[in-house]
């Protein structure tokens, strides 16, 4: 198995020899700080990419195939296309909370995204509480939206944040409650922890029933959590023009984009490290020969296979259902998945203390 | 050449309450107001018809004052004629007594004079307006006093405690240029206020100074997903007054091409309605197969949106060689891929959840308010002019008229998905039995309309379009008024809409289906 620390162990005594400790570790935040910047832009753009091709081909169409290979680069020029644009601060608006507003969406995102264990010995924040810390920082990104909603001084961005408020603080129960389910289930909260316990059986199969019913709640609410279709109320392009961020143009528009991408991302890559494995290959007690061949796949590709499904599951689920109205999301937060997830909280519990998982 | 009741303005109110209890006139189906010069002076015609009976009265009334022309209210007895009265009012200046809200309907409020007066000169008076009209709260009502004096009165809209959000005219779900007021509270609609008239382009004054042939090309850019129906109207009457018969081949293309244009615009609804609810792919199923129908036009017609196809006594052209194979060709494959029209939307527990139950209209208010169409067939209101008033093939096919008790959104949907199928049945019992012959009848070169009022309606894909002409034996009409499909919907959408929520109102903007150029005539 390719263990990436040999990679920063090597970085590290090499800077050791030429700086002092202080310095050298400084220099690797700055690095990894970019490296994650970069990846960050790098995905968002695959992203973008796969959900335009993806809901092309659900929709009889053929989707960008003009610019580039497949229309490969369509993306990238969208993105220099964006960067160029002026950035219009209209009239009337709370110019502080107005500018302050995309940066707080994307920080939260940045900070959620630098929580995933990409591969063996890859992971950048990795400490004890990783869940709640992930869990809590997500949490930031909802202050942006009612910022932005708040500070554009427009009546359909300020419904937009009422709703998207209502939304997200709500399934943040239903996120935090299956997580909770799969805690009792792991006995950690770290994520290199819980990948390295998924080497005899991904936890999915191993907490089979309760894990299989926080899987498709963690699902449901981490959909509506990115504020994606069905739950896209916040943005609601056929009621509220575009929600919160109507009033937004430039880079400033483009955060909130690139944040609504990299949050599917995040929400697919924190259901494939919890529920999925992670970068831990597929192993089948028993079968050492198979458990040895799926070793020689790297971790890296692992983790963004299982991320790219779950991303492609909810794709699929964005372009075929239409939108849910406020009522009816709330409705099915707190009558339906709300008591769900307490009830197999307690399952779990029971199954774990009778050991009657695998 | 029809009779015309006239009755003094003093009685009038008494005497339409009386048809209206006692020979059960509850639809009125037009009302216009005309301007017969100095000697008539200006008046209103009322076309009313019994929907128990299906008996037709037409009764105009007229006031010889040109300063104040005052006439009373019928907008207590039929709850659409607070509209049509707007209407008159805006373009007439007669003011109708006790209307709760006489603002004007399509011209912007510091509009000068009232242009489909033939003594007015709107462009001398209203040069080029470069500010934005402003947006009034209030509204005047006029009101008698017991000794006879004129009271005005000002009628409050929104008060300043209200939250109210502008749908409009530039929003993606108004469908065209549209402007709602709405006042909220939280997602609550608890009014709205529909503002008409940002592509008002006065076809009705324009087409008085047009002939007969040219009055055509402008009736396909009113409802532009009737296109067919429309023009079949006003060449239907036209034809009634000169007492032209077309020949059977050419009742059989109109029929046809009307239902084609029938399927295409349910097509488009469909679509619409999916994109309004947040489904983007039923939205591309729609246009994906309303494509093949345009393609059949184009080949014709030479048109795909406007196709201007039928004239006074026939239609323009021959249908092309391949027009039979290929809607021969269509029928069949729109009935197998339908089914994954009601497999991703019908059958959607979303689907369900958002249009079932929402937006209920009753058969009393779509009748009062004169929602013809799916929308009132959704209703419980049999209200098809096909059955009620058969013309071109429509007495000889066999189809069933789509009649929906629940009057909610969902039920408006599927009488739509449902008139598909009748459509296409239509059309298959027509395809293969085009009889030869010509297909336009000789015409004069000049045309000229005998002296008299003449009136025709079709179903068109909305709801009952009408003609109403008036002639004075000149090669231009007199007076050419539309009974547009569109004005009611939104006349009632504030019954509709109220205590839903917001995105409830784009459910049912999507599901009541009005196209915005048919209501800005």
Aim: aromatic share 12%; net charge negative; charged share 20%.
């Amino acid at each position: 198995m390719f263990d990436f620390s040999i990679i920063t162990n090597w970085l590290h005594q090499s800077l050791l020899s030429v700086m002092p400790e202080v310095w050298a570790v400084v220099l690797e935040c700055v690095i990894v700080g970019v490296c994650i910047i970069l990846m960050y832009a790098t995905l968002a753009i695959i992203l973008i990419y796969g959900e335009r091709k993806i809901c092309a081909f659900f929709q009889c169409r053929l989707g960008p195939n003009r610019v580039g290979k497949w229309g490969c680069i369509q993306v990238v020029a969208d993105v220099f296309k964006m960067l160029t644009k002026e950035i219009i601060t209209p009239n009337q608006v709370d110019k502080f909370l107005y500018k302050l507003a995309p940066y707080m969406v994307i920080l939260a995102s940045f900070l959620t995204f630098a929580c995933l264990p990409f591969n063996k010995g890859a992971e950048i924040l990795d400490f004890n509480v990783g869940i709640f810390f992930l869990l809590a920082v997500s949490g930031i990104g909802v202050i942006g939206i009612l910022l932005a909603g708040w500070g554009s001084n427009n009546k359909f961005s300020l419904i937009g944040a009422m709703r998207s408020g209502a939304q997200i603080i709500s399934y943040e129960l239903s996120v935090g409650l299956s997580m909770l389910t799969m805690v009792v289930l792991m006995g950690t909260m770290q994520f290199s922890q819980i990948v390295e316990e998924q080497a005899d059986g991904w936890f999915l199969f191993k907490g089979h029933i309760p894990a299989l019913i926080a899987f498709i709640i963690y699902l449901i609410a981490g959909n509506a959590e990115c504020n994606r279709g069905p739950f896209d109320l916040p943005e609601a392009e056929s009621e509220l023009t575009a929600g919160y961020h109507t009033e937004y143009s430039g880079m400033n528009f483009g955060f909130f984009y690139l944040a609504e991408y990299l949050n599917l991302f995040i929400v697919s890559s924190v259901a494939a490290t919890v529920f999925l494995g992670g970068w831990m290959p597929l192993h089948i007690v028993g079968l050492d020969g198979f458990n040895a061949v799926m070793d020689y796949i790297p971790g890296f590709i692992w983790f963004f296979g299982k991320a790219f499904f779950v991303v492609f599951l909810l794709m699929w689920v964005k372009w075929t259902f239409p939108r849910l109205r406020i009522d009816q999301i709330l409705t099915l937060e707190w009558k339906y998945l709300l008591p769900i997830s307490l009830v197999n909280l307690v399952l779990m519990v029971l199954i774990v203390v009778t050991g009657f998982h695998f | 050449m029809e009779e015309i009741q006239v009755i003094e303005p003093v009685a009038l109110h008494g005497e339409m309450l009386k048809l209206r209890k006692e020979k059960q006139m509850d639809y009125l189906v037009s009302l216009v107001g005309m301007d017969w010069g100095d000697e008539g002076g200006l008046g209103v015609v009322y076309l009313l018809r019994s929907t128990l009976t299906g008996e037709n009265v037409s009764i105009k009334t007229a006031t010889k004052d040109r300063v104040a022309p005052e006439l009373p209210t019928v907008s207590d007895i039929w709850k659409i004629a607070d509209f049509y009265e707007r209407e008159v009012f805006d373009f007439y200046g007669i003011v109708f007594i006790n209307h709760p809200d006489m603002r004007r309907l399509y011209l912007r409020n510091d509009w000068v004079g009232y242009p489909f007066r033939k003594d007015d000169d709107p462009e001398k008076e209203n040069p080029l307006n470069m500010t934005n009209e402003s947006t009034d709260d209030t509204t005047p009502e006029i009101e008698f006093n017991p000794d006879g004096t004129i009271k005005k009165q000002e009628n409050v809209i929104f008060d300043d405690r209200e939250y109210v959000v502008n749908i409009g005219p530039q929003h993606p779900s108004t469908h065209g240029v549209m402007r709602f007021r709405v006042s909220l509270e939280g997602e609550t609609i608890k009014k709205i206020d529909p503002l008409c008239g940002y592509i008002f382009r006065a076809i009705e004054k324009m087409d008085e100074s047009l002939t007969y042939p040219q009055t055509l090309a402008l009736v396909d850019r009113m409802d532009y997903l009737s296109a067919h129906q429309n023009r079949h109207a006003l060449c239907m009457c036209i034809e009634k007054a000169m007492g032209v018969e077309v020949s059977p081949r050419v009742q059989y293309i109109r029929t046809i091409m009307d239902e084609l244009q029938r399927i295409d615009s349910h097509l488009l609804f469909y679509a619409c309605l999916a994109m309004d609810l947040g489904g983007l792919t039923p939205f591309f199923y729609g246009f994906r197969d309303r494509e093949k129908i345009l393609d059949i036009f184009e080949e014709t017609c030479g048109g795909r949106l406007i196709m201007n196809y039928n004239t006074i006594g026939g239609v323009q052209a021959d249908i092309h060689p391949n027009f039979v194979k290929r809607v021969k060709e269509f029928i069949p494959y729109l009935r197998g891929v339908i089914h994954e029209y009601h497999d991703i939307f019908t059958n959607n527990v979303i689907v369900r959840e958002r249009l079932v139950g929402v937006g209920l209209l009753s058969r009393e208010d779509a009748i009062s308010y004169g929602c013809t169409g799916g929308t009132g067939r959704a209703s419980g209101w049999a209200c098809d002019v096909r059955k009620r008033m058969p013309y071109g093939l429509y007495d000889k096919v066999d189809f069933k008229e789509i009649v929906y008790k629940e009057g909610d959104s969902f039920a408006r949907y599927m009488v739509r998905m449902d008139e598909i199928m009748e459509s296409m049945k239509i059309i298959e019992q027509l395809i293969d039995n085009i009889p030869e012959g010509p297909y336009q009848t000789k015409m004069k070169p000049i045309i000229r309309v005998p002296e008299g009022t003449y009136s025709a309606f079709v179903e068109s894909s909305r709801g009952e379009f009408g003609v109403f002409l008036e002639s004075h034996g000149d090669k231009t009409p007199y007076r050419l008024h539309y009974r547009s499909t569109g004005l009611p919907l939104v006349a009632a959408i504030d019954t509709i809409c109220r205590d839903t929520k917001i995105a409830d109102l784009i459910a049912i903007n999507g599901s009541i289906d009005y196209v915005v150029p048919d209501i800005d005539r």
